[in-house]
């Protein structure tokens, strides 16, 4: 799991308005902006896993589709990458003399011993229940070829986490824009 500490003047701002404002009404404030910021930071950091990871752009946001909201109890925003180690047919998979050629993290590689499909060069044919995995003969059976992308370490790394980083530094942003409608022009 990965966990922001937020620190800074925000945190000063909101505790002083806190006071002056109630304590559940601040926190219900902090919350909305806690979300406004996650959700846009959810966006990016799908974008940028895509990105990096060199998958589609609908598989990055589909590994950051859940998300666990704030609420004015919490006031924590969780962005739980789920995906374990992508099969190779994800990373723009075709077949080669040599082997399968893909692009796992944007750089392509001939994976050698590995196919798409079945028969003797040059007649290949497509096999349909195969879906376009990529497989290796292992002794007398087909083995599934995967790549080394996992999804939840490549959210931690490189231009993900600094996609991740630029969102969460736009909280103070929204916490004084909801304060500020709050307190209906009392703050500058």
């Known amino acids: 799991m990965l ?16 006071r002056e404002l109630g304590d559940s009404k601040a926190r219900s404030i902090y919350s909305r902006a806690i979300n406004d910021t996650g959700a846009k930071a959810a966006t990016a950091t799908g974008r940028a896993l895509a990105d990096q990871s060199g998958l589609a752009r609908r598989v990055g946001a589909k590994a950051v589709k859940k998300r666990i909201r704030s609420t004015p109890a919490t006031l924590a925003y969780e962005i739980p990458v789920k995906g374990g180690e992508i099969r ?11 082997g399968v050629s893909a692009a796992p993290r ?7 011993g590995t196919f798409m499909k079945a028969g003797w060069w040059p007649n290949r044919v497509v096999k349909g229940n195969w879906n376009g995995q990529v497989f290796r003969r292992v002794g ?34 929204r916490v004084t824009h909801y304060l500020r409608r709050l307190a209906g022009g009392a703050l500058t």
């Open 88 to 98: 190779l047919k994800y990373f723009k998979a075709r077949e080669t003399r040599k």
């Open 140 to 173: 007398n059976k087909f083995q599934v070829v995967k790549s080394d992308v996992v999804l939840p370490i490549e959210a931690t790394t490189g231009n993900t986490a600094a996609t991740f980083d630029r969102g969460k530094d736009a909280l103070d942003v």
């Open 3 to 18: 966990v922001v500490s937020i620190t800074g003047d925000g945190v000063r701002r909101f505790t002083q308005l806190a």
């Open 106 to 112: 944007n750089q392509r590689q001939v994976f050698a």
